[in-house]
């Protein structure tokens, strides 16, 4: 029976976060660090400790709100309770380095391989065009990366403190046993934006419930076998060694948005293509929301095909309580980015639900200038540090971004193409551009070109994220 004492927090709860770091490193002297890892394990989010932090924040923000005067015009401001969580994992280059075992492999090609060897697969671009592929990666996802620690929490400042705890349990007389790679740094948007990535949309509404581990499952979410996502677990279709039993495989990526270049778009085609409707929303919003398969507010658009509706938006019994109708893609066409990744309705929810996955991203870069607004031209990096969680990368994170959001036939082929999915659809020769169709919703069989692609991965690594016991009793020693 699943334990969740002995899963880590971000996997199957998520930790609650703000702000959240990644410490990318390699491993320098692979005895040390296991005999440190030690130390580190303390340190470590277990699930049920997750779970527990959680509820406790969300007591202490209902007595906040009842503490304050709720009169008219009384605003409540937002407040941040400390709470912060540590979670690490390996890359396949990683476990081989720790050495743990004589031939310490997954048995998921992908991840063995790594992420590097994944890259023109998944479509990301060519540092040298015409020439042989390499991803057009920033450097240090280039260089071998053992292993990550992730810490989430509510501020800079309890992760960076975090951090340091962490760094500290790693050295023994200031001599430490890894190498910083890199360490980055996402945070939540500001404001009314919370919850929204750099396009403006509503994140994380649509997240499967685990078979034994969710108790609570809302209207339209999907029920997974706990093994879509734990290894070793009933569901799990891969073959991997026991000391694999309940960790999870992380896909981390990195994926600038170009954000003021997709405003720019949608305005410009939805002009061209006279995309407009009569009362309120206008063109370039209802566009946006068909490429997204959502509006901003999170409703979706196959229950509001023509305007926002923000009241459904954020209704968590509504918002997600819906299925594709096959065959039409009057309300959202079939390349929509939440229908490419979860074709509900299209496809039996057998095989759908094995290729659920458990998102855990966060945004990262500054809001949008008014200069950038101006000249509809990025001048600062910003976008999503992608995280998933799943068993397998041929059925997960992989398998998605090939199968379905990169390939022009899914999910269907007849009688038009249903093309790329137009936020995260990838292809490694940019010309011609991606096309969709169905984008618009009075004439759904004509194609868009989608001009340049406003999501260009810079990078990331496949990691497995061990159980608690595996970390204690088989690495550490
Ligand atoms: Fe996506 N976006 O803002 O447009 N995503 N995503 N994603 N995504 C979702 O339901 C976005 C990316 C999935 O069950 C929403 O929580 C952006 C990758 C899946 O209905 C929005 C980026 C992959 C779902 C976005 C990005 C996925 C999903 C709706 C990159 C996997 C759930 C909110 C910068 C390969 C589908 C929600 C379902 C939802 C956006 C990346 C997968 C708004 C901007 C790389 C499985």
């Not at 500290?168 to 910083?180: K, Q």
Request: proline share 6%.
């Amino acid at each position: 029976e699943l334990s969740l004492a002995n899963v880590q927090g971000d996997i199957l709860v998520g930790f609650s976060k703000k702000v959240e770091l990644f410490y990318f490193f390699q491993i320098d002297n692979a005895d040390a660090f296991r005999a440190q890892l030690t130390n580190l394990v303390p340190l470590i989010s277990p699930a049920d400790k997750t779970i527990g932090e959680k509820a406790e924040i969300r007591k202490k923000k209902e007595e906040h709100r009842q503490n304050v005067d709720v009169g008219y015009g009384t605003v409540i401001k937002p407040v941040h309770f400390p709470v912060v969580g540590v979670n690490i994992a390996f890359s396949a280059t990683g476990l081989q380095k720790l050495q743990f075992i004589d031939n310490p492999k997954l048995n998921d090609v992908i991840f063995d391989n790594g992420m590097k060897q994944d890259a023109k697969e998944l479509g990301d671009n060519n540092a040298n065009p015409g020439a042989d592929f390499k991803p057009d990666w920033d450097p240090a996802f280039l260089q071998d990366i053992h292993g990550v620690v992730l810490i989430a929490g509510d501020s800079f400042d309890t992760t960076s403190k975090k951090l340091a705890d962490v760094k500290a349990s790693l050295s023994t007389n200031s001599v430490s046993s890894i190498i910083e790679v890199a360490t980055l740094a996402g945070d939540v948007r500001p404001g009314e934006n919370s919850g929204h990535e750099h396009f403006g949309y509503l994140d994380g509404i649509s997240q499967p419930a685990i078979d034994g581990v969710d108790e609570k499952i809302l209207p339209g979410q999907a029920k997974i076998n706990q093994g879509v996502v734990l290894l070793g677990r009933k569901g799990d279709t891969g073959n991997s060694p026991p000391w694999a039993l309940d960790g999870s495989i992380l896909a981390f990526r990195k994926l600038p948005q170009k954000v003021p270049e997709f405003e720019k778009f949608l305005l410009e085609s939805a002009k061209s293509s006279n995309i407009d409707i009569p009362d309120g929303a206008n063109g370039a919003d209802i566009l946006g929301a068909r490429l997204v398969g959502r509006w901003k507010s999170g409703a979706p658009v196959r229950l509001a095909p023509l305007a926002d509706d923000p009241e459904l938006g954020k209704d968590e019994q509504r918002n997600n309580k819906f299925k594709f109708s096959s065959n039409s893609q009057r309300s959202c066409p079939f390349a929509a980015h939440v229908r490419k990744m979860n074709p509900r309705g299209d496809l039996d929810a057998e095989i759908i639900n094995e290729r659920l996955i458990l998102r855990r991203g966060i945004p990262f870069g500054p809001e949008v200038t008014s200069e950038e607004k101006i000249t509809n031209k990025t001048q600062n990096e910003r976008g999503l540090y992608f995280v998933s969680y799943q068993s397998n990368l041929a059925n997960g994170f992989s398998f998605l971004q090939k199968s379905w959001a990169n390939n022009e036939k899914f999910p269907v082929e007849k009688p038009f193409l249903s093309g790329f999915d137009p936020i995260i659809g990838q292809k490694v020769d940019q010309s011609p551009p991606r096309e969709m169709i169905g984008a618009n919703g009075d004439n759904v069989s004509s194609p868009m070109k989608l001009e340049a692609q406003w999501v260009n991965s810079k990078g990331g690594e496949y990691f497995f994220s061990p159980s608690i016991p595996t970390l204690k009793n088989v690495i550490a020693k």
